[in-house]
T-cell receptor, first 112, second 115 residues
Framework: RKEVEQDPGPFNVPEGATVAFNCTYS??????FFWYRQDCRKEPKLLMS???SGNEDGRFTAQLNRASQYISLLIRDSKLSDSATYLC?????????????FGTGTQLKVEL | NAGVMQNPRHLVRRRGQEARLRCSPM?????VYWYRQLPEEGLKFMVY????????ESGMPKERFSAEFPKEGPSILRIQQVVRGDSAAYFC?????????????FGQGTRLTVV
């Protein structure tokens, strides 16, 4: 089983749609969780951290369910500029530092 | 405050040559991570370093690959005797310290092409 699993997509949605991405992780000792965004041939950039209580940043909502080892990202009112690959990232502390493990990413294409 | 700086941005090497990729972390960051991304694939962890120490190299291939982060200067990822399969984007990230919610910041990557 992969450490971090995501549906690769692509998700093709019309502008204005709501879309949800899911992610599962295998290491129950994982400490913290993030969603990163990666545009084509660019570096990954942090979109948001994910907390057990859930957190929201504008049109983006992230949720964590530790019992099910499941993370989600919800994008409301999607924009053309949201088209990118969304990476689920799990942080497991190792030997005095952080080791970020990335899922393979879910590709989103927002269309007119 | 400059971000994570990687150079070169693009590197072309013939099979059998050596590739040296450099990464300067953000100011104040003492932790460096190297990731490899093959075409159409996700990021794969390679190695995690602090100054003068390799903390976790579980993702590094056993042969031809090495990494260092000296007391002075950038972190270096070195690939000896490159093969076509080494062609990929190599991303470096840095973070300030150990911590549960510590974000890692990425450089723009070095795209290695082996011909």
């Amino acid at each position: 089983r992969k450490e971090v699993e995501q549906d690769p997509g692509p998700f093709n949605v019309p502008e204005g749609a709501t879309v949800a991405f899911n992610c599962t992780y295998s290491n129950s000792a994982s400490q913290s969780f993030f969603w990163y965004r990666q545009d084509c041939r660019k570096e990954p950039k942090l979109l948001m951290s994910v907390y057990s209580s859930g957190n929201e940043d504008g049109r983006f909502t992230a949720q964590l369910n530790r019992a099910s080892q499941y993370i989600s990202l919800l994008i409301r009112d999607s924009k053309l500029s949201d088209s990118a690959t969304y990476l689920c990232v799990v942080n497991g502390l190792t030997g005095g530092g952080n080791k970020l493990t990335f899922g393979t990413g879910t590709q989103l294409k927002v269309e007119l | 405050n400059a971000g994570v700086m990687q150079n070169p941005r693009h590197l072309v090497r013939r099979r059998g040559q050596e590739a040296r990729l450099r990464c300067s972390p953000m100011k104040g960051h003492s932790h460096v991570y190297w990731y490899r991304q093959l075409p159409e694939e996700g990021l794969k962890f390679m190695v995690y370093l602090q100054k003068e120490n390799i903390i976790d190299e579980s993702g590094m291939p056993k042969e031809r690959f090495s990494a260092e982060f000296p007391k002075e200067g950038p972190s270096i990822l070195r690939i000896q005797q490159v093969v076509r399969g080494d062609s990929a984007a190599y991303f470096c990230a840095s973070s300030p310290a150990r911590g549960q919610n510590t974000e890692a910041f990425f450089g723009q990557g070095t795209r290695l092409t082996v011909v």
